[in-house]
């Protein structure tokens, strides 16, 4: 069963990210780098994906007129997603670790982010 | 360039969705099929999921032996992620164009919902600093 | 088994004869758009069978058949279907033995497909996935793979493409004398943007199968053989080659992004270097110089300093401002701020970004911040260098380039808190 595991933040999480070190950030980055190695050995790695800072972030609603009616949406405080990883699990458990995983992986002086985040499961596909 | 299209919804959405009629249900599910089939059509689908319900959503930190601690319990205001496109397109433009077109799923009673769908640009792993 | 002595792995055989197939096809059933989707059957058969049976006698003579029995088919089905619908019969068209068909094969049809492929009324994504279908010879699923799009998606790209060319009545055959100079142009542009798109993808741990640097490098060759008299064609292929030999240098071992003036220099492809010098003199000999070859030479340049302090920046800045009169554009001048830097020092090269800060082209681009935070370090201004770095890494689209932006704050503000009084001096970025 397929899984999403959403990483959020707000704009002041994404500031405080910018002012890690260059070793702090570099640590953080092998730590991932080697859960992505580990899941794709195993088979449960599907994919990643970062989405770009929401500064070109849109929220798009129809206009009568057909015409999209563009704004930015994103206040001081609100979360907003950053990126995720799809993992292909045998159990909702098994989810669960490799988020706690990501979620322990090393921030500044290598202290754990213990970042939280959100786990989903994949629907059925009623939209294809 | 490829952006991602979400819908987004608090609680409350998700528990009024439930409580549409068969039909509007069925409209609703028609338009996203058709929605999918147009993407495709066009040469830009790239994927699309629908997530499962909030009641099932779980906030996973790690715990101070790295063991994973779930916590079910969000706040009312939280927006849930209901489900997601990602397209391949030339141009932001493009982009909005298509959300705006799925912006218009009909909703209760048929009428086009106008809900708001939120387009981010998915990042690439290539570079692209100029050669 | 197959007699050809050198050992051609097939799908590099495939691939220079599908547009061969494909001119013969078309020209002899007259359906481009049906053509291409018989020629595709035919390679996809050829990929399954002849690593099973061996390669054929005469490959080129076994694809010309196995295609037109595919057109013949469809032809047939098409008719069928027709009659079912109507009641008029339709005159089924004969089908000529191979023999015949072979004697009508065109050289020029690599350069006529390439220019139907490119035409300017299709978007740039189709065109880049028609042309590197019908003139490259790659299969559906090897291009959707190097473009992150799933295998269907490009399957309808290319279909649209073919219904565009088709409803447009483009025949297959050159373009007027008129038409020409607006085809080539298109052309070239194709070709470079699937260059690009293949040397951006050379960063990042995931090495793609297909190599579409190679690849751009390769039809860009046979539009050469081609048209060997036409300085631009040339001159494409020469940036090409200039650009592609400093590939291996580009990435580090963690995929990570290595500047220009960072670069380990041995590990430049001399033979690349080499061969694109050589054929940018060529080019620039025949007189009217454009703007690939400007760019070539700009490449050049940085190709032959041995190391990066080395580099003839006067020259490049000269070549900046040719570019300018030529083709002026946001870009060219961005780039051309770091020449002024480098030769008439960081202040001037700020100077010169100034004139961007109005222009809604550029708009908050994340290169602007990129170059101006350069610029600031250069300047020893850290405080606003770090500023515009952190800048551009949120607005960049590029995952290695986030990092590689992120990185240069990171370092800055370290360098920034370890002397307080004052900046150090900058080591030279470039």
């Known amino acids: ?88 699990v045998a159990t909702p458990e098994r989810a669960y670790a490799i988020a706690g995983r990501i979620s322990a992986a090393p921030g500044p002086r290598r202290v754990p982010t213990n970042m939280p985040i959100e786990v989903r499961q994949f629907a059925e596909h009623p939209a294809n | 360039m490829k952006y991602i299209l979400m819908m987004n919804g608090k609680k409350s959405d998700f528990d009024g969705y439930a409580q549409w009629s068969k039909e509007d249900l069925q409209a609703n599910v028609a338009f996203m099929r058709a929605f999918s089939r147009e993407l495709k059509d066009s040469g830009t689908f790239v994927t699309s999921e629908g997530l499962g319900w909030p009641i099932e959503a779980r906030l996973v930190r790690a715990g101070s032996q790295g063991e994973p ?24 433009e493009q982009a909005y164009a298509i959300a705006a077109r799925l912006s218009h799923a009909p909703g209760p009673g048929g009428e086009p919902g106008n809900m708001p769908v939120e387009v981010r640009r998915v990042l690439s792993s290539h570079s692209d600093l100029g050669l | 088994m197959s007699s050809q002595t050198p050992e051609i792995p097939i799908e590099h055989l495939l691939r ?24 595709q059957e035919a390679l996809l058969a050829a990929f399954r069978q002849w690593p099973r049976d061996g390669v054929p006698e005469n490959p080129q003579g076994w694809l010309i058949r196995v295609a037109s029995r595919r057109m013949t088919d469809m032809m047939r089905s098409e008719i069928a279907r027709r009659e079912r619908e109507t009641v008029i019969a339709v005159e089924e068209p004969a089908i000529e033995p191979v023999e015949e068909i072979e004697a009508e094969m065109d050289p020029e049809d690599t ?97 793609q199968r297909l190599d579409l640097a190679r690849e751009a490098i390769r039809l860009t060759r046979s539009a050469r053989a081609l048209l060997p008299e036409d300085a631009e064609v040339t001159g494409l292929l020469a940036l090409m080659l200039l650009t592609d030999a400093r590939r291996t240098a580009r990435s580090g071992p963690e995929g990570e992004l290595i500047p220009l003036d960072k670069q380990d220099r041995s590990l430049w492809d001399r033979d690349e270097i080499a061969e694109g010098t050589a054929l940018l003199t060529l080019a620039l000999s025949k007189g009217a110089v454009g703007l690939y070859q400007l760019q ?135």
């Open chain 1, 1 to 88: 069963m397929k899984y999403i595991l959403l990483m959020s933040s707000t704009k002041a999480g994404v500031s405080g990210y910018h002012t890690w070190s260059q070793s702090d950030r570099d640590a953080h980055m092998q730590t991932l780098g080697a859960i992505v190695k580990e899941l794709v050995e195993t088979g449960e790695f599907a994919a990643t994906q970062g989405l770009a800072e929401p500064k070109e972030a849109k929220v798009v609603r129809g206009e009568k007129n057909g015409l999209p009616v563009t704004d930015g949406i994103f206040p001081e405080s609100k979360e907003f997603l950053l990126g995720y990883w799809i993992v292909d």
């Open chain 2, 69 to 92: 601690i779930t916590d079910g319990v969000f706040p009312e205001s939280k927006e849930f992620l209901a489900g997601y496109w990602i397209v391949d397109v030339e141009s932001p």
């Open chain 3, 16 to 39: 220079e004869l599908a547009p061969q197939v494909l001119g013969i096809i078309a020209r002899r059933f007259r359906d481009f758009s049906s053509a291409e989707d018989a020629v």
């Open chain 3, 111 to 207: 350069l006529i497909l390439l220019f139907m492929c490119c035409h300017p009324a299709l978007s740039a994504s189709s065109a880049i996935a028609l042309t590197l279908r019908a003139v490259g010879g790659l299969t559906t699923a090897e291009i959707a793979r190097a473009f992150l799009v799933p295998e269907a998606t490009m399957a309808q790209r290319i279909s649209r493409a073919k219904q565009s060319i088709r409803a447009s009545g483009v025949p297959f055959c050159a373009p007027t004398p008129q038409e020409r100079g607006e085809r080539l142009a298109a052309v070239l542009h194709v070709l470079y943007l699937i260059f690009s798109e293949g040397y951006a993808s050379s960063i990042g741990a995931q090495l």
């Open chain 3, 296 to 430: 070539a030479t700009i490449a050049a340049v940085h190709d032959e300093a041995a190391r990066a302090e080395e580099t003839d920046w006067p020259q490049i800045l000269a070549v900046y401002e040719l570019l300018q009169r030529a083709a002026p554009s946001p870009m060219v001048t961005l780039n051309q701020a770091v020449a002024v830097a480098m030769v008439h020092g960081p202040a001037r090269g700020l100077e010169r970004l100034r004139v961007l800060d109005g222009d809604e082209r550029l708009g908050g681009h994340y290169r602007l911040d990129a170059v101006r935070a350069h610029l600031y370090e250069m300047l020893g201004d850290f405080e606003k260098a770090v500023h515009h770095y952190r800048t551009a890494a949120a607005g960049t689209t590029s995952l290695p380039e986030q990092n590689y932006l992120m990185t240069q704050a990171a370092r800055l503000e370290e360098a920034r808190r370890e002397t307080k009084n004052g900046p150090a001096v900058p080591e030279s970025r470039l």
